[in-house]
C-alpha cells in the first residue's frame, strides 16, 4: 500500500499513554461542554427520535434526514434515559470531534515532527465547520476520527483495527465505501486467513443502513432516495457541479493550510522530502483527492454534494498543510545555516499571524450563528406552553412549523418527524421561527379559516387554525 512506511516517533505522551488518557481528557472535556447553553441541529435530533422510537417499536423514518447507522448506536441506548438523551449525544459528537484533533496532531508529527501535528490540529479545530459541527451535535467529527484514526493504525501496523475504524466511517458516510473495498481486498491479499472477519465487516455495513429503513420506511432505498433530493442551493444545480465542489473544499481550507499543501508539492518536486515520510503523504493526499472527485460524481449524478460531505478529506489536507509547511521550514533552515532558527522563527511567527487572523475573521460569525440555534432551541418549550400546552396544539389540527425546526418540534411534543410538516393546510397549529438569524420566520403567513396567533415567545410565534371537536 502507498501508505505504508516506517513509523515515525510520536511525542512521547501520546507514545506511552497511547490515546486512552488524551480520549478520556476529551470525554471529559465534552462532558463539561454542557455547561455551556446548547443543543443539536437538524440531523441529530432526528436520530435522536429514532432511538425513541427504536427502543418504543415504533420506528418511521419516511421523513427528515438519511438514516445513519453510527449515530444510532449510541441514541438507541440514549433513549433510555429520556430528556438527557440529547445531552448524551452531543457529548459523544464533541468527544469525537477533540479526539479527532488528538489524531490529527499524532499523524501531523508522524509525517512532519511536533510543529507539523500541531498546525495541523490547530487548523483542524479553528475550522468553522468544526467548530459548528462539534457545538451543533453533527456527525462530522466523529468521520474525522475515523478516518484519520484508520489512516494512523495501518502505519502502525495495526491493520485490523484500522479497517474497523474504516468500517465505522463507512456507517457514517458512504464516499467511505470504494476505499474501504479497495482497503478490504488488499488486506485479504496480504493475508486469506483474514477472510472471515473481512466479509463480516462488509457485510455489516448493507445490513446496517438498509434493514432500518426497511422497517422504518418500508423501502430499502429511503436513505439514497432521501440524499438525491438536494436543497436549492445545492452544487447539483450549479453550471458545473464539479468545479462548485472543487470549490467548496478550496474554501474549507484556510490560507495558510493552501501554502503548505503547496509547499509539501514544492518540497516533493525537488525531492527533499524527510525520508521514510513521502510515501505515507502522499497516500494520504491522494485520499483526500479521491474522496473530494467522488463527491463530484456523485453530484453530477443527482445527489446533494453538501459541503460536509468533504469534511473528511478537508481534515487530512489540514494535516497535510501543517506537514508541508514543516517540511518546508526544515528544508529551509538546513540551507540557511547558521541563521536557520532566524528563519524558522519568522516562518513560524507569520503561520501564527495567519491563524490568528483566519480565526478572528470566521469564528464571531459561527458562534453567533450557534448561538441563535440554542436560543430557539431553548424558546420552544416556553411557546409551547404559552400556547396552551402541547397537547392543545396537537387536538388543534396538524403542526407545521419552520423545515429546519421539524425534528426540534418533533421532539419537544413526542411525536415523530412526519407527524411535523411546513406546508400549512387546515387544520393547522403553526410554530413560525426564522431558522437562521434576521431572516424571514417561516411558514410564511397564510391565510387559514378561524386562524389567529395565540402566542409569542422569544423568536417564535404560534398561530392556531383549529378544525371542529
Sequence with gaps: MLLDARPALVTPVLARTGFWIPFAACVGIAFLSLLLPSTPTYDPWAWIIWGREVIHFDLLTTS??????????????????????????LVVARAGTLGGLVVAYRLGTRLGGPAAGAIGALALALAPWTVRNAALGNSEGLLVLCVLWACDRHLDGHRGQAFFLAIAAGMLRPEA?????????????????????????LLSLPAAWLLPEKWGSGSYWRAAERAQQPNA????????????????????????????LGAAVLVGL??????????????????????????AVMTEAGYAGNQRYLVAPAAILCVLGGVGLSWAAGDLAVRAGRHGRTVVAAIGGAITALVIVGAVSALPDTVRGIGYQVEIADQLDGAIEAAGGAE????????????????????NLRLHTNEVGFRPAYPAAILRVAHVRNQ???????????????????DWTVALACGPR
Design 64 to 89: 427528515g434526514p438519511s438514516w445513519k447507522p453510527l449515530p444510532m448506536l449510541f441514541t438507541v441506548p440514549f433513549a433510555l434515559f429520556g430528556d438527557a438523551a440529547p445531552d448524551l449525544w
Design 177 to 201: 465505501w470504494p476505499f474501504l473495498l479497495l482497503y478490504a481486498l488488499w488486506l485479504f491479499w496480504q493475508d486469506r486467513g483474514r477472510w472471515w472477519w473481512i466479509g463480516l465487516g
Design 233 to 260: 442551493n445545492s452544487p447539483a444545480f450549479a453550471d458545473s457541479p464539479t468545479l462548485a465542489i472543487l470549490g467548496d473544499a478550496l474554501e474549507m481550507l484556510p490560507l495558510y493550510v493552501i501554502i503548505g
Design 270 to 295: 525537488l525531492r527533499r522530502v524527510p525520508v521514510g515520510r513521502g510515501a505515507p503523504a502522499l497516500g494520504l493526499a491522494g485520499f483526500a483527492v479521491g474522496w473530494i472527485l467522488l463527491v
Design 392 to 411: 392543545r396544539l396537537k387536538d388543534c389540527g396538524h403542526i407545521y412549523t419552520n423545515a429546519y425546526t421539524v425534528p426540534l418540534v418533533a421532539w
Design 440 to 458: 424571514r420566520p417561516r411558514p410564511l403567513p397564510i391565510r387559514l379559516p378561524g386562524g389567529r396567533v395565540v402566542a409569542r415567545h422569544g
